[in-house]
């Protein structure tokens, strides 16, 4: 059975960090490209992030780009997410997806918070 686990999310100030952490089971992760989505409170989901099977390429939303860094460790069968230079609006919960879309199975999510 696939499944993938999120952690990490919490409270934190504006222009904080935050280090969020995926474990995958019940499938080879590193045949997979895996993906970070999030949502925001009252809206759709909003794809943030996707990093290829071998980390060779890594693709970014506007709205992250420059302050979030996704990564992958396949002996571990884990994926990141480093989030520096929090605002508000990055308010949502996260989720990890496998594969290269916001379509694939996902986790429970976790979440982020941003506020003073």
Known sequence: EVQLLESGGGLVQPGGSLRLSCAASGFTFRNFPMT??????????????????????????????????ISRDNAKSMLYLQLNSLRTDDTAMYYCVRGGSMDGKRGQGTQVTVSS
């Open 36 to 69: 970070w989505v999030r949502q925001a409170p009252g809206k759709g989901l909003e794809w943030v992030s996707t990093v290829g099977s071998d980390s060779s390429s890594t693709v970014y939303a506007d709205s992250v780009k420059g302050r979030f860094t």
